[in-house]
């Protein structure tokens, strides 16, 4: 490039820069479930505001959720609640029901409801936008059998239990409690004896549990017969 007096333009210039606009729309970088399923973290990745100028506070209506899987459902698809911290939404759960663990719970900003500062829309479908629901379904006893001779009862369970609230550790006796009925029977009381794996009728025998079972043989000591 030159002038017409054929003097070549210098190749380092000023005022030569421009800074480009930001067309980047602001995201879901990360969500945290509360251990209760009570509520959900949202964090965006810069402030975000309800309205195209740069303006508005988001309000729980400015989220959608869905839920898949699973037996507990939503009662509505808008949060129940909203708390503001930063970049941070924690929005209330409406759920109905109770989750068995196998809930996946979705998070979206609405249509034309969540904007950056430059205007620039959160996209309805998101990334880093799911999470599991946390089982409290409470185990419970399905069946329990006697065995001929009164020797054993064998129960079955309606998940993997564990004696601890880690998730390790086979059943043992101290995790029951038996309540004996005489009625007009001339047995006077029962006990457990030992807690087993349901793998032999000879309680010296059978296996020891490790944790997670869903079925065990509880070996029984009768007083009188």
Known sequence: ISNIKKIEIHTSQSNNTVT???????IITSVSLATDNSKIAVTMS???????GGSGILEASDFAFTISGGVATLSSAIPSSIDISGNVYTLGIPLSGTPDGNETLTVNPVDDSVYDILGNEAS???SNNTV?????????ILSATLAVDNS????????SVYNTNKGTGGLGVSDFAVTFAQNSGNATGTTISSVKQNDHSAEGIASALVGGETKFRCFLTITGT
């Open 124 to 126: 309805t479908s998101q």
């Open 46 to 52: 810069e402030a975000v505001f309800s309205t195209n």
């Open 132 to 140: 599991k629901l946390n089982d409290e379904k409470l185990p419970f």
């Open 20 to 26: 480009l606009n930001d067309l980047s729309p602001p």
């Open 152 to 159: 054993y009862i064998d129960i079955t369970v309606s998940e």
